[in-house]
């Protein structure tokens, strides 16, 4: 199990066993920081953990606890969670601020409690057979032992094709799952099925009133302070740089505290509608620190193998047009850094997607035609037009009934329902048992703790797709043994997004609107205000051009076929309306990495 996840910590491995227990911990040392081997143990060797992540205020909570009298054997961050765990049992990780995956065996107790961040940054996975659990920071970890079936989940497999992501919690293989985010998981004692427990949660109704100045102030504070802990113990360190407003943002922010210690990385590509590399360049260079770039381009003859290599890191299949150019840029990053800082997390937050958008021009149309003020709904019907063309103006008029959950669901599907069903085979259908991804939607929707339309989607993103997301981005540095950081995930800084108003994400249509008002000042007014393509690779011209062939070879091959997942003449159809037209270049990729999945982990 270690071996096969040992590019997680290329620096070394140990492990602990006692009796009906073992675990191991592949190490990696980043320079100028506290790298300490693990597992380690309390005091008197009968609590050991294994983490991978960071704590990063440990020194206020281990001044704490050594006022309590505990004592620590060396300068680990992660050893002030044994003393807090001993302090609090179950409640430890209250006060804790940082990314982690644990597992922290109770001698004393014969107890194993496995836990996770608070939003997912660090990867934990666990199955439970026959009286016995496997966990590790990868399924292939799990995987490594021959008596773990690997078995499709028709359910995640459902979800995946529907809406991009698999819900929190599952994973493509059944019976497999993913530790949720701020959950732990205990197993009392052994052979004893375990029981999971949520220690915190996102709620989205607002508390702060609109009052631009303060929470500009606020959340600027909040931001740096995640960024200066977030680089405190590193050096150099990298960042992953656009040029858009989110990593912009924070190579600012960093720089401000210590410039000589950032290198700014980008991927650009030939396809120049799709590169970006001249607003990374100024970005970096306003910043005043050293930027070096990549570009990518897929060589016909080796991008399979390639793919192959990235869907082995990653675990599960993923819709990202970026996981091939990540993985590139990634390889390219290791050289320099061992530790690089990414912006995820600011468009799930902050209303940063054009479906959140659409969503809140549609509730006000709604709303307004509902009421009777004419002149209203006529304003949202020209600002859906203007913006998003006359077919987005028709959908408005069809869905003027509808209620916003399935708004949102039509919105955020990639294959929408009827489409589906006529992909997945009679086979495949019967398999789900009934089973509907879009009910499961609405259900997470009604039930979100959120006032809103787009604080509802905005919940469901960040609880279903962020973990994904988040999947991506460890995986590809993890492939190469660098550590990413992502501070607008500080649980303090996401805590405070949850708390805003519609108004202060959203205005009009001008997304993120808290965030570039905190950038302004700060950074170059091209770089807030412009249209940005976030990190997507041009994977229609691809797909269209000097991959063509290759896609089809393998969404058509026996090997694909013969499985009787899909409905052979929709397949087709799908594929020949993306080769004439380019129209559903996602949904060809999502059957592209599927596929490639299923030959990697399942034949």
């Known amino acids: 199990m270690a071996d096969a996840i040992a590019h997680r910590g290329p620096d070394g491995c140990a492990e602990f066993v006692s009796g009906n227990f073992g675990f191991s911990h ?24 294994a983490c991978d992540g960071r704590v990063y205020n440990y020194a206020a ?34 006060g804790v601020n940082g990314m982690f995956a644990l597992a922290l065996w109770d001698g004393n107790k014969n107890r194993v409690l496995l836990a996770r961040d608070r939003i997912g940054m660090k990867p934990l996975y666990y199955t439970e057979t026959a009286g016995r659990l496997f966990f590790g920071s990868e399924i292939k970890a799990i995987l490594a032992d021959p008596t773990v079936k690997r078995n499709v989940n028709f359910r ?13 919690g599952e994973t493509m293989f059944e019976n497999i799952l993913a530790l949720p985010p701020g959950c732990i998981f ?17 709620n989205f109704v607002p508390d702060h009133p609109w009052d631009e100045r303060q929470l500009v102030e606020e959340g600027l504070s ?25 990593s912009s943002f924070i190579t600012s922010v960093a720089a401000d505290i210590d410039r000589e210690r950032l290198i700014t990385f980008s991927a650009g590509f030939r396809e120049k509608e799709y590169d970006e590399r001249n607003y990374a360049l100024m970005a970096a260079e306003k910043a005043g ?40 840029l990634n390889e390219f990053t290791s050289r320099f850094v061992k530790v ?11 209303a940063g997607y054009n479906r959140y958008i659409v969503a809140q021009l549609a509730d006000l149309f709604a709303r307004a035609l509902k009421r009777g003020r004419l002149a209203a709904a006529y304003a949202e ?19 003027v009934g509808v209620s916003s959950g399935r708004r949102a669901l039509r919105i955020a599907s990639t294959f929408p329902p009827q489409e589906k069903e006529n992909l997945f085979s009679r086979w495949l259908k019967d398999r789900l048992s009934g089973y509907t991804t879009e009910e499961r939607y609405l259900n997470g929707f009604n039930s979100a703790p959120a006032a809103t339309t787009i604080d509802r989607m905005m919940y469901l993103d960040m609880k279903n797709m962020m973990p994904n997301m988040l999947r991506i981005l460890d995986r590809t540095c993890a492939a190469f043994g660098v550590e990413a950081r992502t501070p607008f995930l500080d649980h303090h800084f996401v805590e405070f997004a949850c708390s805003l108003a519609d108004d202060a994400v959203l205005e009009g249509t001008e997304s993120k609107y808290i965030l570039k008002k905190m950038g302004e000042g700060i950074l170059k007014h091209k770089t807030i205000y412009r249209d940005k393509s976030g990190f997507a690779a041009p994977v229609t011209p691809w797909l269209q051009g000097h991959l063509k062939r290759e896609a089809g070879d393998i969404l058509l091959s026996e090997q694909a076929l013969s499985r009787g997942y899909f409905n052979r003449a929709a397949l087709n159809s799908f594929i020949e309306r993306h080769e004439k037209t380019g129209k559903g270049v996602w949904q060809v990729w999502m059957l592209l990495i599927f596929e490639l999945w299923h030959r990697s982990f399942i034949d």
Do not use: C
């Open 289 to 328: 620190v050293v930027h070096k770039e990549i570009e990518v381009f897929p060589d016909p003859a080796t991008f399979l193998d390639t793919m192959q290599k990235v869907i082995w890191h990653v675990d599960e299949p993923t819709v990202s047009p970026g996981i091939h150019s990540f993985y590139v």
């Open 381 to 399: 019907m020209r600002t859906m037009k203007d913006t998003y063309g006359s077919r987005s103006l028709k959908r408005l008029f069809q869905e």
């Open 186 to 202: 205990v197993v009392d004692k052994a052979g004893s099925p375990g029981r999971l427990q949520r220690y915190w949660d996102m």
């Open 26 to 49: 592949s190490f990696l040392r980043i320079p100028s920081s506290v790298s300490v081997p693990q597992p380690l143990a309390n005091e008197d060797g009968m609590v050991h953990i």
């Open 156 to 168: 995640a497999m459902s979800d995946f094709f529907a809406l991009s992501y698999i819900f929190d």
């Open 340 to 350: 690089v800082l990414g912006g995820q997390g600011s468009n799930e937050l902050l």
């Open 222 to 246: 909040i931001f740096k302070e995640a960024v200066a802990l977030e680089v405190a113990d590193v050096k150099p360190l990298g960042i992953h740089l656009s040029g858009g407003i989110d």
């Open 61 to 94: 909570l281990r001044r704490d606890l050594e006022g309590k009298g505990h004592r620590f054997t060396g300068p680990s961050d992660i050893e002030v969670l044994i003393h807090l765990y001993e302090e609090k049992g179950d409640h430890f990780l209250d």
